[in-house]
């Protein structure tokens, strides 16, 4: 396990396992996020796949330039594909006045192929000889169609298309929601990418469907969770976590400095709520009560860079593993937002 980048302001993990290399959220720009796998030593170009927990801009920022460059699939689950797919494509709305004129557009479109199905073929073929002689010109076409007497209804042009179609070379825009490939999942339901098999987990957060991951690596019988942005750890979760070698968990907030810091209440509501991210008392909590003691690593990660400390995050986890720490077993290391931690490698 790599972590780039752990943090509100962009979250990214690499899994890697027997030639397999799995990104999990891509919260960075992609420049960033190639930039710090270099700096790791991983190559970009060796991601087999893009797996995506919810559609919060922290966790796919880099998302579609990054898969379009690499030419690599993106695994979602349904729901959060086409959140994803809402909040990138740019929303537009039309005016009345717009509206109307679209539609005179298409009555005047009718009209001509209309006046067209009903022309003599000897017709349509000197119109045809006319508008190759001027440039095979939209407008030219329409006229040689009205001085034929071919329609009744005067035809109407449009200079803006007769520039773009003539005059001005178009240029394709790319849809920013276009990905090489797509692929669902289900909370719940394992599946497999090359040597790692991967179980997603439903999380409680304020998306489409969030989700964790525990991958398996066959090969080697290692297991590593990662378990980022849920309000509270229910019973799925806890059961999830259990066996895991390596273990990414949220440490969001302290509680005082989230109540005390500068966050409007509507926020500090809405990440204390049970859809919200973990304190370092629920984490803590967590750690002492329902943690099975078994991981060799323990990252501390999402800290808030406004309602936290990492001194205080350590302490609360700390404390709550208390005699299990060992050089072998429940190493601790806090995951920060501006460099990537150094590769966790079992």
């Keep these: 396990m790599t972590v780039l980048a752990s943090g509100s302001r962009g979250n990214a993990t690499v899994i890697a396992a027997a030639g397999t290399r799995l990104l999990v959220d891509a919260g960075l720009s992609c420049r960033e996020l190639m930039r ?4 790791v030593g991983e190559d970009p170009a060796q991601l087999s796949a893009i797996l995506i927990t919810h559609e ?5 920022a880099g998302l579609a330039v990054l898969a379009r460059r690499l030419g690599i699939p993106v695994f979602f689950t349904e729901a959060t594909h086409r959140a994803w797919v809402r909040m990138v494509r740019p929303r537009t709305t039309m005016t009345y006045a717009r509206w109307l004129d679209h ?3 298409e009555k005047e479109s009718r009209a001509i192929a209309n006046a067209s199905a009903h022309s003599p073929a000897h017709t349509l073929a ?8 001027d440039d095979e010109s939209p407008r030219n076409a329409a006229a040689c169609l009205q001085e034929a007497g071919q329609g009744n209804e005067p035809v109407a042009v449009d200079e803006d298309a007769e520039l773009d179609t003539v005059t001005t070379p178009t240029k394709a825009k790319v849809d920013p929601a276009f990905l090489p490939a797509v692929e669902y999942f289900r909370a719940g339901q394992g599946f497999t990418i090359g040597a790692i098999d991967v179980d997603p987990f439903t999380i409680p957060h304020d998306a489409a469907d969030p989700c964790g991951f525990v991958f398996h690596a066959r090969s080697e019988s290692i297991r590593m969770a990662v378990a980022t942005d849920l309000g509270y750890i229910p019973p799925n979760v806890k059961s999830a976590l259990k066996n895991v070698d390596v273990l990414l968990l949220e440490s ?24 919200g991210h973990l304190s370092n008392t629920a984490c803590s909590e967590f750690l002492m009560r329902d943690y099975d003691g078994g991981a060799h690593t323990i990252v501390l990660g999402h800290l808030s860079e406004q309602n936290n400390l990492p001194e205080l995050a350590r302490l609360a986890a700390e404390q709550a593993i208390g005699g299990r720490m060992s050089l ?3 190493r601790l290391l806090l995951a920060g937002q501006d460099a990537p931690l150094e590769p966790i490698c079992l």
């Design 328 to 330: 072998l077993g429940n």
């Design 56 to 60: 919060h801009l922290d966790h796919v």
């Design 252 to 275: 969001n907030h302290d509680l005082e400095m989230l109540k005390d810091g500068p966050y409007p209440w509507s926020v500090k509501q809405r990440v204390l709520s049970r859809v």
């Design 103 to 105: 539609m005179q557009a």
């Design 36 to 39: 710090r796998m270099a700096l």
């Design 126 to 133: 000197s119109v045809a000889a006319v508008a190759d002689v």
